[in-house]
């Protein structure tokens, strides 16, 4: 991992997100893999099997504390905390009343809304993006908005029941309980109140008495029976830190190994097919191969190297248009004579894969000057050759859109060409709507590719060898 | 006045289409003559001609696009031009065989549409070299007139790109050809490039040049009684620089 950009998402019920990118995407969630073509192959994301962990645990006893301690040593990009606090249910006008006189039940299970929560796993597992709905503990009430979770790849389920409802228990990889002598969740818990939470005090200790200690008895601590690990609050929790870390390092090793070795069983399926017809090689005309030629040659001046390349950018763009969306429409020219020509059906987008897809930014810019422009940083673990979806932001309504160019300067193996059509199939966009545009590629990755998801276009600039290194980034942004 | 041909009306897309999924547009008139290129006829293509075609098309838009048309006009024009065996070694140490390009060109521009196609032109090829010819319509005899012309001195050199957006009849680009002669230019140096072609512009054209090369992007089928090519666009000028 190269950069500043620590992608671990924290979502709480407030909405904020806290951490670095985010990877909070809006747009239908719709996914549509349907397969239209029995021979089509498979392809799994690294993070279609996510590990869930729960860790459950009355209030104070440091559940949070724990989760991000476990974030913070795995040090990891794809890791999210998500707070049960988010999925409260909202609260009628009666209801609401006793909320503000501190006489709401909030540590009883009811409060929450377990059907929406065991909806969202399901999601979240399926590798499916999953919308989480963001609590006010102001209003007591649900807002509008929700947060986006996609492709994580552990996600730690933080709450007093994380280990309450069968069907989370289902879904669970591994279920921490968290103890803490009563005298200790009080006091954390008048602290956390007063400073996020704007009570007093008094209402604070009023709702312990009432709803936090029966309710403690009848349902959290049950919950410590179906536990893998009891965490003692008090102890230091290096111990049951280092298990779990290592735990989940076991995890992603052996989703990482999965990935890897479906990337190349795709591989050995590829070749034995010819290239689909929606693939496009450029035609090898006498100014395309003299600009190959100049892009090609390492004694090419950095000037001409992004004059050319931004040209040839440009025509591979144009050829790309090609495959959008058309219809017939009648104009009148000024010799008030009817022509009948075509025009775009919808509007057409374009998504960078970064960074070698940013080279064409001049070139999409020359041709659609006002292009809407997703970004997605997909990069090759340097040990394992492995792609990681690092950041990605998508214009909101991309799924609506008629046509989206998916552009990246070179494929080699086809790794990451796959996991940004997953990503965009993810979010709504039909394979039909796709065209990956890219200025070389081996002919296996574009079997790879096309295997998996017939439907889209791909316009290649020119055929090179499989698995060539890419070097067309690094001489255009000159490092 | 001519008669008008009915103009070639079929379905548009890429090959893997079916005829079912590809709408329906007019296409460039068919025309024969081995030195005339048209462009392929691509759904982008005819969306970007219906753009700048479309009288309520603002001055603004119709400058970007036509920009986008004449650009991909000047990267077909530019394949006319000769290139030798050239091998390379690339980035990552292996050998590309490739091509380099030959000869030294410039453009000219007939005033003033023509000049219109010079900013895609150094878009193509920075710091080409361009000259400019002035040839109006004379008003007593209604024949082209030329009053000015500014050429690189060694054009007789050159590989010449002549720029006209409108080829009508043919009278301009004829008298600017030449012109372009009497420099000592050869008749299968020169290239003329052009949006909106008519068969009569052509015919006239390629009966009297036949090494001068012609690339258009789209023909009509013909002209109207004033020998404007209809449907047409209209005034190009006008619509680029004035209206």
Request: aromatic residues 8%.
């Amino acid at each position: 991992m190269t950069s500043t950009i620590t992608s671990t998402i924290v979502v709480t019920p407030d909405g904020m997100t806290n951490g670095g990118a985010t990877l909070t995407i809006n747009g239908s969630a719709e996914a549509d893999s349907a397969c239209t073509i029995a021979k089509r192959a498979h392809y799994a994301p690294p993070w279609a099997d996510v590990s869930i962990i729960g860790i459950a645990g009355s209030s104070g006893s440091g559940k949070s504390t724990l989760s991000q301690a476990i974030v913070k040593s795995l040090n990891l990009p794809w890791v999210v905390i998500l707070s049960m606090d988010s999925f409260y249910k909202s609260l009628d006008e009666e209801s609401s009343r006793k909320a503000f006189r501190c006489e709401y039940d909030f540590d009883a299970p009811d409060a929450l809304d377990f059907d929406i929560l065991v909806d969202r796993l399901r999601d979240l597992k399926a590798g499916k993006r999953a919308e989480i709905p963001v609590y006010s503990f102001e209003k007591h009430a649900r807002l509008a908005k929700t947060t986006a979770i996609y492709s994580p790849h552990v996600l730690i389920l933080e709450g007093i029941f994380a280990l309450h409802d069968p069907r989370v228990l289902e879904l669970l990889d591994m279920k921490i309980f968290c103890e803490a002598d009563p005298d200790t969740c009080l006091s954390r818990r008048i602290l956390r109140d007063q400073r996020e939470r704007g009570r007093d005090v008094e209402g604070i200790i009023k709702q312990w008495f009432s709803f936090v200690k029966p309710n403690f008895e009848k349902y959290v601590n049950p919950q410590r029976n179906v536990a893998d690990i009891i965490v003692p609050c008090k102890s230091e929790t290096h111990v049951a830190m280092t298990m779990v870390s290592q735990f989940i390092k076991q995890k992603l090793l052996e989703k990482s190994r999965h990935h890897r070795a479906a990337l190349t069983k795709l591989e050995m399926e590829a070749l034995s097919h010819p290239l689909s017809s929606k693939v496009h090689i450029m035609k090898q005309t006498s100014q395309m191969r003299g600009m190959n030629t100049i892009i090609h040659d390492i004694d090419t001046t950095p000037e001409d190297f992004i004059f050319y390349f931004n040209r040839l950018a440009a025509l591979l763009v144009e050829q790309g248009l090609n495959s959008a969306a058309f219809t017939s429409r009648q104009v009148t020219t000024p010799q008030n004579k009817p022509y009948l020509g075509l025009e775009p059906a919808g509007e057409v987008s374009a998504v960078i894969v970064l960074r070698g897809g940013a080279a064409f930014e001049a070139g999409l810019h020359r041709v659609i000057p006002d292009c809407k422009t997703g970004r997605m940083l997909i990069q090759s673990n340097i040990r394992t050759g492995e792609p990681e979806l690092h950041y990605l932001i998508l214009p909101k309504d991309i799924d609506q859109h008629a046509s989206v160019l998916l552009l990246d300067a070179q494929m080699s193996s086809g790794g990451s060409a796959l996991m940004a059509v997953q990503v965009l199939v993810d979010h709504g966009v039909k394979e039909e709507k796709i065209t990956l545009v890219t200025y070389s590629s081996g002919r296996m990755g574009l079997h790879r590719l096309t295997q998996v998801f017939p439907g889209i276009t791909v316009v290649v600039g020119n055929l090179c060898l499989d698995a060539e290194e890419r070097w067309v980034e690094k001489r255009y942004f000159r490092c | 006045m001519s008669d008008i041909r009915t103009a070639p009306t079929q379905s548009v897309g890429p090959e893997y289409q079916s005829e079912s999924q590809k709408p329906t547009a007019t296409v460039s008139t068919p025309v024969n003559f081995d030195n005339v290129t048209i462009l392929p006829q691509t759904p982008q293509l005819i969306a970007l001609l219906s753009i700048i075609r479309n009288r309520d098309t603002q001055r603004g838009d119709f400058v970007f696009y036509s920009n986008r048309i004449i650009r991909l006009l000047v990267e077909e024009g530019l394949n006319h031009l000769p290139t030798v065996e050239h091998t390379v070694t690339t980035p990552v140490g292996r050998p590309y065989d490739g091509l380099a390009f030959h000869g030294k060109i410039c453009g000219v521009s007939i005033m003033r549409a023509g000049e219109a196609m010079e900013q895609a032109l150094r878009e193509c090829c920075r710091s080409v070299r361009i000259g400019k010819i002035l040839i109006q319509r004379d008003e007593e005899t209604a024949q082209p007139k030329l009053f000015y012309d500014k050429l690189p001195e060694d054009i007789a050199d050159r590989w010449v790109l002549l720029l006209d957006p409108m080829f009508a009849t043919g009278g301009s680009a004829m008298m600017a050809v030449d012109v372009l002669k009497s420099r000592g230019v050869p008749d299968e140096r020169i290239l003329f490039l052009n949006v909106l072609a008519s068969p009569e512009g052509i015919t006239n054209f390629a009966t009297k040049f036949p090494k001068v090369r012609v690339v258009s992007a789209f023909v009509d089928p013909g002209l109207d009684e004033k020998n404007y090519i209809i449907p047409g666009l209209g005034d190009f000028g006008d619509r680029y620089y004035t209206r």
